[in-house]
């Protein structure tokens, strides 16, 4: 059989695929690629702002316990870390779930408290890249590899992730502008956050739990009043 | 029905990463990194309090398309207020399913549409919805429509003329009778006869044979007739290109015509020819034990006639006896088979014996190769198989016409020859020369 034949017969073995008219979409690796990439890659911008060195920290070691004897922290932790973002990248490209980038997102957190405290603008970004690397793997749960996901979708969710991370942004730069005064700074974010979450979730902006609520009031009195009919000499 | 949303770990897990971007903040002393747990929080509170309210609904409004070639259906989804998206899997019989994510934020439509060369009975779409609340913190449980089936008509191809019956019938119709009659061709102009009507006497050929108006001449024409034919389908078997399909373990493609689809598009093409002809056409279905339909002629019947080729499939195990439809004498039989047994063979020998002409059709589909040592032995055996039973055709004078995907183009042509021959070989009255 020579390699024409072959051809076709690979291709008479795949089975044609279905056609979807849908608006602009784009394909659903492109954001499974992302998801796999942003965090890992935020996990590793914040390794390298550590400032971690493997040679230098290596050298040192080897001067005291001899060459190749123990392993420096900076190399153990580049080590872990390089591992982990390896694990993280081919679990989300495979089977994409919420963990990878909250573990990028936590272990981005540890390394950059390892990082000068001066640097607070790049922490801003950071935090924002972290923050879009887990959307993009929540997208990931829904949108698997061979699929299309419209453009439209991505842009009404977008206008929720604008306005978190723009409340981030205001909160994150206010901070920076507070920073000479930190602990009014920190006391501010944090409590300037919680008040946010608890408005948010204040049960007068719950319609669903609002008209259950009213439901439940309404049967608790029809309930009250068929007993007192029933109960009610005659 | 009512279709549960139901909450994922997504918000807990979020939430509680946020809190602990924020302990740590609070216990390296560090803003910076408390500002990491600052989104996650805030997102995760906005997903809580944004439960879907009630179903995503969905539903098909499909085309009034049921041409060969093309299935195609629109969807119209309709999400649940407060849904982000909606994930929306589509299955087509015979295709790799499709998926698609759409905005939750208003309904649209999906046009779903896949190819397809097999005719008769097609399951359509099934499709398979899911809606997704932000964060994807509340999941829709899976919503699963399914399409009606359609029923494909075969497509009547245009041919240019077909083979007719020899003897004609009835005393009207579209062709010319060797009868005397009241069609519109002139026979010849004869001495008027008892019987004659008066309006037929042609008084200038009167006026010219006999002055003196002793004898009367009228103009004498042909009579019209109509000619009849019957197509015999073989369906007891529906067998495609690949060989390895054959023993019916594994399903047949859709992107693969079949011996019955074959059938079906040349039953119907020669159908098609015969009705613009004005001829009156039957339908025998081997397979099935049901009434035949019997001649006729017109529109309304022609689709009767690709409805029940449409319907025309195999039961069960193809039996080698079978009983000779009952047929007129005077019509031409089509008979549609794959000539892979011999009960064709004795099925044509019969209607020869009887003087009936007959065309077969040769519906076998192109074989694929195969790389397979004993079906290529088997293969090779039947196709010697065939090559007999044809040739035993040609030695009946029977016509055989194979109709695969290459030569349906020609099929017509080979039809046209065919009509020609055999007005070389009639008398101008219509006998035999």
Known sequence: MNLAERRARRARKRLPSLRLHIDRSIPGWMIRLGAALLPTGIMLIALWRTGLQYGEAQTAIDGVFGPQMVPSRSATA????????????????????????????????????????????????????????????????????????????????AKVDAGVLGITLAIGVIGLALRGDFDLGLAAGIIGVLALAWWLRAPKFDHASEQLHRRRVEEKRQARANIQSFTRKP | ???????????????????????????????????????????????????????TEFSFSGLENNATGVVSETLTVAPAPGTEAVQVRVHGPGHRPAIVVVSGEAPQEIAARFDSLRTGPSPSFTVVARGYSTLAGYVEDPLLLTAPNRLVLPAAAPLLRVPTSRR???????????????????????????????????????????????????????????????????????????????????????????????????????????????????????????????????????????????????????????????????????????????????????????????????????????????????????????????AELAALGVPAIRWAALDGEQAAERLETLVRVEQSHRHPSGGPR
């Open chain 1, 78 to 157: 580049i080590y872990v870390v390089l591992s982990l973002a390896l694990v993280l990248i081919m679990f989300t490209l495979r089977w994409p779930t919420i963990w990878p980038p909250l573990i990028a997102i936590i272990t981005t957190v540890i390394l950059t408290a390892f990082t000068p405290a001066n640097a607070g603008w790049g922490t801003l970004a950071l935090a924002a890249g972290a923050y879009l690397g887990l959307r993009l793997t929540v997208w990931a749960t829904v949108v698997p590899w061979h699929s299309r996901v419209e453009v439209a979708a991505l842009a009404a969710a």
């Open chain 2, 1 to 55: 029905m009512i279709v549960a949303w139901r909450p994922s770990r997504n918000t807990a897990l979020i939430t509680a990463a946020g809190v602990i971007a924020l302990l740590v903040g609070v216990l390296f002393g560090r803003a910076d990194l408390a500002l990491f747990g600052v989104p996650l929080v805030l997102v995760a509170t906005l997903a809580e309090r944004s439960r879907p309210e009630g179903n």
């Open chain 2, 168 to 390: 004609l019938r009835g005393l009207t119709g579209p062709r010319r009778s060797p009868r005397l009659g009241d069609g519109a061709e002139l026979r010849d102009i004869h001495q008027m006869m008892p019987g004659d009507r008066a309006r037929r006497v042609d008084w200038r050929a009167t006026a010219r044979m006999s002055p003196e108006l002793d004898q009367l001449f009228v103009r004498r024409t042909y009579a019209s007739a109509e000619a009849g034919a019957v197509l015999v389908v073989d369906s007891r078997d529906d067998v495609g290109p690949d060989l390895t399909t054959w023993r019916g373990s594994e399903p047949l493609r859709v992107d693969q015509a079949t011996s019955l689809d074959i059938a079906r598009h040349a039953a119907a093409a020669i159908a098609a020819a015969l009705t613009e002809a004005g001829d009156r056409v039957g339908l025998e279905d081997l397979a099935r034990r049901r009434r035949p339909l019997a001649p006729a002629m017109g529109r309304r019947h022609l689709r009767r006639i690709l409805q029940a080729l449409a319907l025309a499939a195999p039961i069960g195990e193809p039996s080698a006896n079978i009983r000779p439809p009952q047929l007129a004498s005077d019509v031409i039989v089509y008979l549609f088979t794959t000539l892979l047994d011999d009960a064709p063979l004795e099925l044509v020998r019969s209607w020869c014996t009887l003087g009936m002409p007959v065309v077969v059709i040769d519906t076998l589909p192109g074989i694929y190769p195969v790389e397979n040592l004993h079906l290529r032995l088997a293969w090779r055996i039947t196709t010697m198989e065939r090559a007999d039973r044809l």
